[in-house]
C-alpha cells in the first residue's frame, strides 16, 4: 500500500507508554501494534495528541521516533508528529527519514503569537528538514480560507488533517486544493459528515483499544453505507463521551485506562490530562468494555 492510500485509510494515534517511574516505555506497544496490523490500520502515528507530544521531554520524543518504526516494521506506514519550537521541530524532522519513518505530521504551532505567514513558513523548513511527505494537523480553521490554500500550497504537503468542527470551511478548502488529500481528524464519530464533503478516512484514538471496530467503521464509509458507518459510531458513542469529559482532558486517559482494563498497561496519562480516571468514569468504561466483549 502506497502512503496516499493509506492516507485515505485509518491514521491510528498511538499512545506513549510509560513505566511505573514515569519513564517512556515504547517496548509496551508491541502488542497494540500487532492488533492494528492484525485488523488492517494503514497507517500508525507517533507522537500525535493521543501519544501526549506536548507532555513529553524533546529527548522522550526522539526516542520514540526512533523506535517506534521498528516495532511496526512495515504493517503499516508510520506518520510522525513534529512540533514545538521550528528549531526543535527541524531536529526531529531531519532524522525522521532514518528514523524509518514514512510521512511527518507537522502539529499547528499553539503559540498565542502565531502567524498565517509564520506558520508557512514553519512548514517550510520541517518539510525540507524532513524531506518526506508532509501531512497537516489543522486544528484552527479560523485562520481563515487564504491562510490554508497558503499551507496546503507549501512544497512537499501532500494531506491535511482536519480537526475543525468548521465544516463549511473544510468544504471550501476541498474545492481549494483539488490535489491535497484531506483527512477526518476529529476520528470516527465526525468521519461521515467529512466523508460526505470530499474528505477520506479518519485520525483514531480508538485503534489502540479495539482497531476492529475502527476498521469496520471505514468499510461502510467506502461502502457508501452511512446508515452502517453511523450505527457502529453509536456503539462506540459512550467510549468518546468519556474521552470528552473534563473539557475533554480524559481524552488520552480514558484510552489508557482501557488499555489497563483490558491486559495492556500502558501507565499514566501526565498532566495535564485527567488522572486517574474519575471512579465513576472508570465504572462506566468497565461496564462498556465488558459489553464489547460479550
Given at each position: 500500500?502506497?502512503?496516499?492510500?493509506?492516507?485515505?485509510?485509518?491514521?491510528?494515534?498511538?499512545?506513549?507508554?510509560?513505566?511505573?517511574?514515569?519513564?517512556?516505555?515504547?517496548?509496551?506497544?508491541?502488542?497494540?501494534?500487532?492488533?492494528?496490523?492484525?485488523?488492517?490500520?494503514?497507517?500508525?502515528?507517533?507522537?500525535?495528541?493521543?501519544?501526549?507530544?506536548?507532555?513529553?521531554?524533546?529527548?522522550?520524543?526522539?526516542?520514540?521516533?526512533?523506535?517506534?518504526?521498528?516495532?511496526?516494521?512495515?504493517?503499516?506506514?508510520?506518520?510522525?508528529?513534529?512540533?514545538?519550537?521550528?528549531?526543535?521541530?527541524?531536529?526531529?524532522?531531519?532524522?525522521?527519514?532514518?528514523?524509518?519513518?514514512?510521512?511527518?505530521?507537522?502539529?499547528?504551532?499553539?503559540?498565542?503569537?502565531?502567524?498565517?505567514?509564520?506558520?508557512?513558513?514553519?512548514?517550510?523548513?520541517?518539510?525540507?528538514?524532513?524531506?518526506l511527505?508532509?501531512?497537516?494537523?489543522?486544528?484552527?480553521?479560523?485562520?481563515?480560507?487564504?491562510?490554508?490554500?497558503?499551507?496546503t500550497?507549501?512544497?512537499?504537503?501532500?494531506?491535511?488533517?482536519?480537526?475543525?468542527?468548521?465544516?463549511?470551511?473544510?468544504?471550501?478548502?476541498?474545492?481549494?486544493?483539488?490535489?491535497?488529500?484531506?483527512?477526518?481528524?476529529?476520528?470516527?464519530?465526525?468521519?461521515?459528515?467529512?466523508?460526505?464533503?470530499?474528505?477520506?478516512?479518519?485520525?483514531?484514538?480508538?485503534?489502540n483499544?479495539?482497531?476492529?471496530?475502527?476498521?469496520?467503521?471505514?468499510?461502510?464509509?467506502?461502502?457508501?453505507?452511512?446508515?452502517?458507518?453511523?450505527?457502529?459510531?453509536?456503539?462506540i458513542?459512550?467510549?468518546?463521551?468519556?474521552?470528552?469529559?473534563?473539557?475533554?482532558?480524559a481524552?488520552?486517559?480514558?484510552?489508557?485506562?482501557?488499555?489497563?482494563?483490558?491486559?495492556?498497561?500502558?501507565?499514566?496519562?501526565?498532566?495535564?490530562?485527567?488522572?486517574?480516571?474519575?471512579?465513576?468514569?472508570?465504572?462506566?468504561?468497565r461496564?462498556?468494555?465488558?459489553?464489547?466483549?460479550?
Amino acid at each position: 500500500m502506497t502512503l496516499e492510500q493509506a492516507l485515505t485509510g485509518i491514521s491510528g494515534i498511538l499512545v506513549t507508554p510509560l513505566d511505573g517511574h514515569d519513564a517512556i516505555a515504547p517496548a509496551r506497544l508491541a502488542p497494540i501494534v500487532e492488533r492494528c496490523a492484525a485488523a488492517g490500520v494503514d497507517a500508525l502515528t507517533v507522537n500525535g495528541n493521543t501519544s501526549e507530544f506536548y507532555g513529553l521531554t524533546f529527548a522522550e520524543a526522539e526516542r520514540m521516533q526512533a523506535e517506534v518504526p521498528a516495532i511496526i516494521a512495515g504493517r503499516a506506514k508510520v506518520v510522525a508528529g513534529i512540533g514545538r519550537s521550528v528549531n526543535e521541530a527541524v531536529r526531529l524532522a531531519a532524522r525522521a527519514k532514518a528514523d524509518g519513518v514514512d510521512a511527518v505530521m507537522v502539529h499547528q504551532p499553539p503559540d498565542p503569537f502565531v502567524s498565517p505567514r509564520g506558520v508557512a513558513e514553519y512548514i517550510r523548513r520541517v518539510g525540507d528538514a524532513a524531506g518526506l511527505p508532509v501531512v497537516l494537523y489543522l486544528r484552527n480553521a479560523g485562520i481563515g480560507d487564504a491562510a490554508i490554500a497558503a499551507l496546503t500550497a507549501v512544497p512537499g504537503v501532500v494531506a491535511v488533517k482536519w480537526a475543525s468542527v468548521d465544516l463549511m470551511a473544510l468544504a471550501r478548502a476541498i474545492r481549494a486544493a483539488p490535489t491535497i488529500r484531506f483527512v477526518c481528524g476529529l476520528a470516527e464519530p465526525w468521519a461521515p459528515p467529512m466523508t460526505a464533503l470530499g474528505a477520506q478516512g479518519f485520525t483514531s484514538g480508538l485503534i489502540n483499544i479495539a482497531p476492529e471496530r475502527s476498521v469496520a467503521i471505514l468499510s461502510a464509509l467506502r461502502a457508501g453505507d452511512f446508515a452502517a458507518a453511523n450505527a457502529r459510531i453509536a456503539e462506540i458513542g459512550p467510549f468518546e463521551v468519556l474521552r470528552a469529559e473534563e473539557q475533554n482532558g480524559a481524552n488520552v486517559s480514558i484510552v489508557k485506562a482501557a488499555l489497563a482494563l483490558t491486559g495492556h498497561d500502558v501507565g499514566a496519562a501526565r498532566p495535564p490530562a485527567a488522572w486517574p480516571v474519575a471512579p465513576e468514569s472508570l465504572a462506566r468504561l468497565r461496564e462498556l468494555l465488558a459489553g464489547w466483549r460479550s
